[in-house]
């Protein structure tokens, strides 16, 4: 096995595992701490620590240009500071598990985009495997009642900033980013700490004031993020430069899962009705996404819409 390949597979475990708990960590940072300071200070230390450790281990051979600063900031406020901001900021009054169901659409998102800005044509057992893995999603949080969907505030947040978060993940091939990730996941991450921390001073008031209420569960849950979460965007921004975008957020379809036996395991919760039927739909998605083109025939453009 190549290192390239070691090195991509141990990205997207860490995309599938750590960012499927990350859910119930921004639901209990937000709780008490304002939304947007929770992503600055989130990314500001992790951002910074991307930073030293570059440079302490010989990484940052040269100073960024222009064009690669400009890029991190285009990607650090579409993906950090509206992307997950927002999401973060709706998940005050969404239920995670909500979330996490509108998430799962990204790969919809992705792939217009992609259609949009390069023209690129989605293999139709990829679409398959996107609304196979929908579907799967759905079972697995379908908790057995019927309260239905309720449009709200948070639910538009958290829309809107999937929607920015496809956005720059589709458009990031474009995009002239320094090409070591270490240093480019830095830049991204501390501009767009400092910008969401400056933001949030004036939005919210001085941190004095607007941090003295938070629960030491909230800070614990903001370190989480910061630095496990920082590891896994790591991981993303690796992927980025190596990967199609719309295999990329097969996340989306796998993090549920994973948040579901998080919960059962660390927190005790009760298997939701549909798990064991869910979990192989979800297996089959995540098949047809990742390797389906290969199966059918990838060339044939017939397969192709």
């Given at each position: 096995m190549k290192k390239n390949t070691v090195l991509i597979f141990l990205s997207y475990l860490t995309l599938y595992i750590v960012w499927g708990s990350t859910y119930l960590a921004i639901r209990v940072a937000v709780s008490t701490m304002p939304a947007f300071y929770l992503v600055?200070?989130?990314?500001?230390?992790?951002g910074f620590g991307f930073l030293v450790l570059s440079a302490a281990t010989g990484r940052l051979k040269r100073l960024p240009t222009r064009k690669e600063v400009l890029a991190a900031s285009f990607l650090g406020f579409f993906l950090l500071i509206l992307g997950n901001g927002l999401i973060s900021l709706g998940e005050k009054t969404v239920d995670s598990y909500i979330a996490a169901i509108i998430i799962s659409s990204t790969p919809f998102c992705v792939a217009f985009f992609n259609r949009l800005f390069f023209g690129e044509k989605l293999h139709i057992t990829r679409l398959a495997g996107i609304l196979v893995?929908?579907?799967?999603?759905?079972l697995v949080l379908w908790k057995g009642d019927n309260t239905g969907f309720q449009l709200s505030e948070g639910i538009v947040l958290i829309m809107a900033g999937f929607l920015a978060w496809s956005f720059a993940t589709s458009y990031a091939k474009k995009m002239p980013v320094?090409?070591?990730s270490f240093v480019n996941t830095g830049i991204e991450m501390s501009l767009a700490g400092i910008f969401a921390l400056l933001g949030s001073a004036l939005f919210y008031g001085g941190p004095a004031t607007a941090?003295?209420?938070?629960s030491t569960e909230s800070w614990l849950a903001m370190a989480y993020?910061?630095?496990?979460?920082?590891?896994?965007?790591?991981?993303?921004?690796y992927l980025l430069a190596n990967e199609p975008s719309i295999r990329i957020v097969s996340y989306a379809i796998v993090n549920p899962l994973i948040a579901v036996f998080?919960?059962?395991?660390?927190l005790g919760e009760e298997p939701v009705p549909l798990l064991w039927v869910g979990v192989p739909v979800i297996l089959l998605g995540l098949v047809l996404m990742l390797y389906g083109d290969k199966i059918f025939k990838r060339n044939n453009p017939s397969l192709k819409v």
């Open positions: 600055g200070l989130r990314y500001s230390i992790a893995g929908m579907a799967g999603v759905g320094h090409p070591d941090l003295s209420g938070v993020l910061a630095l496990v979460g920082g590891a896994a965007f790591l991981a993303y921004n998080l919960g059962m395991l660390i």
